[in-house]
């Protein structure tokens, strides 16, 4: 099983909501990423967790707060967006390696949650 | 700084052969990789060069020079399928997870 899967497929939301997007994985990865997409522009990492700890914060506002509550599961939870936060939000997984092993350079992406805060 | 520029472009036609070239400016990597992603879609991985030279996966290869600061992806037998953005990405050697990511190119194919 190589597939990562992302609930809802779409979010509409307003300023005031607070929701959760969903991501699992079954691949034995142990290191998860949340990342946002904006249209035409790469991703644009977010958080990593690795063996279930945080491991990467890009400075992302605290309106943002991930959460793995174990080593398949990543939840991103969301509380009083903005409308420049509207974008497809994507969660990937990969195995651990450090060094020159690759093994993150191959991730592992589900299909995202298109979000549009109003 | 590190970075990694793309054509943000490329138009083929069907059944040709087309390659996307990225160059890179960064203090050190660990490989290139390649991600294909449609309109719509997630990022897909296609392949990844650790070392210098050529890695095949069946009609997409992969080519690494460092000397060169150079990379390129090649698609043969393009089928209109392939239309998509293709993102080179590489890992520097202070990261264990991140990837610095090109800004795409769009392949655009014609029959």
């Known amino acids: 099983d190589t597939e990562v899967t992302q609930t809802p497929k779409h979010l509409v939301m307003g300023m005031t909501n607070k929701k959760s997007l969903k991501c699992e994985q079954h691949?034995?990865?142990?290191?998860m990423y949340w990342y946002k997409q904006k249209a035409k522009k790469p991703p644009e990492l977010m958080f990593v967790?690795?063996?279930?700890?945080?491991?990467i914060n890009e400075s992302v506002p605290s309106r943002f707060s991930p959460e793995c509550p174990n080593s398949s599961l990543l939840n991103l939870h969301l509380h009083a967006l903005q409308p420049e936060d509207s974008a497809l939000y994507l969660c990937?997984?990969?195995?651990?390696?450090?060094?020159?092993?690759?093994?993150?350079?191959?991730?592992?992406f589900g299909p995202g949650t298109r979000l549009t805060v109003l | 700084g590190q970075s990694l520029e793309q054509p943000s472009e490329v138009t083929a036609v069907e059944g040709a052969i087309v390659q996307i070239n990225c160059t890179y400016q960064?203090?050190?990597?660990?490989?290139l990789s390649w991600y294909q992603q449609h309109d719509g879609g997630a990022p897909t991985f296609l392949s990844y060069?650790?070392l210098d030279g050529l890695e095949e996966t069946g009609r997409f290869s992969s080519f690494l020079s460092r000397s060169d600061s150079y990379g390129y992806l090649l698609l043969q037998e393009l089928q209109m399928k392939d239309s998509a953005s293709y993102f080179c990405?590489?890992?520097?050697?202070?990261?264990?997870?991140?990837?610095?990511w090109g800004a795409g190119t769009k392949l655009i194919i014609k029959p």
């Open positions: 990937a997984s990969s195995q651990v390696s450090e060094g020159a092993g690759g093994s993150t350079d191959t991730q592992y």
């Open positions: 691949m034995g990865h142990r290191a």
């Open positions: 967790y690795s063996y279930e700890k945080l491991s």
């Open positions: 960064t203090s050190g990597f660990y490989g």
């Open positions: 060069n650790a």
């Open positions: 990405a590489v890992r520097g050697m202070d990261s264990n997870y991140q990837l610095i």
